[in-house]
């Protein structure tokens, strides 16, 4: 049989120093377990707008329908601040999600004891924290036509367009029950129904998929403006939350600063099996292109290394393997081990990025 | 000349309740600081849609147009949660802000000391806390057109249309401008331009206006989803926040949250100078209207008073008069006097609506 195979596009900022350290992994994998992936490399955002005159090739977009798995680093940088909107680099990654239609995505929000300290909300609120939210991807005030600015007399307008269709949420929605029986059976939807008819026909969309099919999960509903509270006051309160791609960028965003761990966050975005039964597939760290420590050897691969866990777990069927892989992790970082973002007020000698690298290697 | 005048819209659930303590303040003030109000009440929310199978009366809308200033309590309840759409509670609050084209919604994120220890965060991070959110109100997804619930083919589609004109966004970016002078000079501006072409629009808007009028004010950007972040990472690195309607509303919420003092955070609503000078104005508390407390004088009706100062300060040009009954809220916190919500684990003895009314009286 073919080796798996795997797409990697690094990106710019510290995404090519994060995404170093998992090659080796996916070396080791090859090496070790008997698990050789075969890996083709690419650009993606802002190297891609400098090399190609646009953030994501045609040629690139085609390679990443036909692998296995994307591994994707991180994307922009201001550098790209003042490209044209058509051009940004954020426009590169957005057409991977949308032409691949990843429609979920899966962002944990989970609290590693060691890092409890970190987290600007006090120990109690956060420690032992293991939330999933699942944000929709691929549609949405993202993606809706008629989008654009034009001018209407004497002045320019900007429209966007919230448009969901009963199936684009359907679908979000059986992945965030199916995921929910995996973990503690509860799901939390969230939209403002209460303001918008697009949340109108969501939150109607969810209460008929689970009657139908999930009425063994527990489902809520929750406004978003209260869902934000909530994840401030009390985040230990959900499992699941399954909500549309502009409320999940903000809410897994915040879900994320929360647990003190943002460093170490991966996501998965998932969507329909191809042929060889695969979802499609694309895989980043939840962090951005951190400009602010490019190129200093500081970037912590962790949450790099994370995401190529969570595709072992997702489109390799290797659950074992990434429990493997994240055991690594915990041990690492139960042993003391600490790039420069997870030391706390009181200091203490950071290791590179390279270093925690060489960590995990060695208690895989 | 004619005395100001005031229109009472309590509302749902606890919204009674804490309005009654701010009839007896704005009572007290006509008493005792010769400042006499003219009071109007009306019905808006569920009960609203109650009496009139609508959630606000024409002739309410009507007075509302007329008044110097509206106080509002809560809207919506349980009650009338499968309403259809059209007669929500919350439409009646979204028609006033509509109508009256209150389009700069003001929401302080202050943390009272004596509070701190309530938020979920960490002392030091909140303690002193003092922000501003500026949120649009009049537009944005909130009421673009195309909007609803339409079959295509053979599946629903929600639609709702994110919509901003160039002087919609000048005016609330002017109002932060505004603010900010007189506050700590800094504004900083939250959108998705990386996503969306509203979000470029508004941008550029804000930077427009900024270099033409505000060039004294420390003018930022941040993408909302970083702000959400930043928000729960270190929020005292704000001082005013302008936003849209979409995301001000996600924004400002767990903001508030943040601080640890929810029933205490009023808000403000303002509009265009009517002929008296006076804006149109909507002043109301930030939280919502509590069913699961309610009828039990459990509500703290903190929020709905310094709601009644900011009208002081915005509407009737008595800063010094909302600073005394500011001052006296402090004052009775600073003296131990709790409402249930109040109290931490610890516990203690709460006292009740109406006995927090009679000390906050007492203080002034
Ligand atoms: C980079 C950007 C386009 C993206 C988004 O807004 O979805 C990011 O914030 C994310 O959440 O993955
Ligand atoms: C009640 C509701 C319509 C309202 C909103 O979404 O604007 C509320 O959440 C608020 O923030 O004032």
Redesign the interface.
């Known amino acids: 049989m073919a080796n798996p195979t795997l797409l990697i596009l690094a990106g710019d900022g510290i995404g090519p120093e994060v995404m170093a350290e998992v090659k080796r992994i996916i070396t080791w994998y090859g090496d070790k377990r008997d698990m050789p992936f075969d890996v083709t490399e690419d650009l993606v955002g802002g190297c891609a707008y400098d090399k190609h005159g646009t953030p994501l090739h045609d040629d690139t977009m085609a390679k990443a329908q036909e692998v296995d798995a994307v591994l994707l680093g991180a994307v ?1 940088g201001p550098a790209y601040d003042d490209l044209d ?1 058509s051009v ?1 680099p ?1 426009r590169g990654l ?1 057409r991977l999600r949308k032409e691949m239609d990843l429609f979920s995505n899966l962002r944990p929000a989970q609290c590693f004891d060691a890092l409890a300290d970190f987290s ?3 120990r109690e ?1 956060v420690a032992g924290l293991d939330i999933m939210i699942v944000r929709e991807l691929t549609s949405g ?2 993606f ?1 036509e008629p ?3 034009h001018t ?1 007399g004497n ?13 684009e949420i359907a679908r979000v929605a059986r992945s965030a029950f199916e995921l929910a029986r995996r973990r503690n059976n509860r799901v939390c939807s969230m939209e ?11 939150r ?2 969810v209460t008929e998929v689970h009657a139908k099919d999930y009425a063994d999960v527990e489902l809520s509903h929750m406004y ?3 869902g ?2 909530q ?4 985040p230990k309160q959900f499992d699941v939350i399954v909500t549309d791609n ?2 999940g ?3 897994s ?2 879900a ?3 647990t003190g761990s ?1 460093g170490m966050l991966p996501s998965a975005s998932l969507g329909l099996p191809m042929a060889n039964g695969r979802p499609k597939a694309l895989y980043e760290p939840v962090h ?1 292109s951190a400009p602010d420590i490019t190129g200093q050897g500081k970037a912590n691969p962790i949450a790099c290394i994370l995401s190529f866990a969570m595709a072992l777990r997702y489109s390799f069927d290797a659950g074992s393997e990434a429990d493997r892989l994240e055991a690594a992790v915990e041990k690492v970082l139960a042993d003391g081990a600490r790039t420069a973002d997870l030391l706390g007020p009181e200091g203490g000698s950071p290791i590179s990025t390279t270093q925690m690298g060489d960590a995990i290697l060695a208690a895989l």
């Open positions: 922009g909107f940004k954020e957005l600007s909300l006090k609120i005030v993202y809706g989008r654009g600015i209407e002045e320019r307008v900007g429209v966007n367009t919230q448009r969901y269709t009963e199936s403002k129904a209460n303001v918008m008819e697009s949340g109108v026909l969501w109607q969309v978003a403006d209260n934000a509270m994840l401030v006051r009390n502009l409320f960028d903000l809410l965003d915040a994320a600063m929360l943002l951005g």
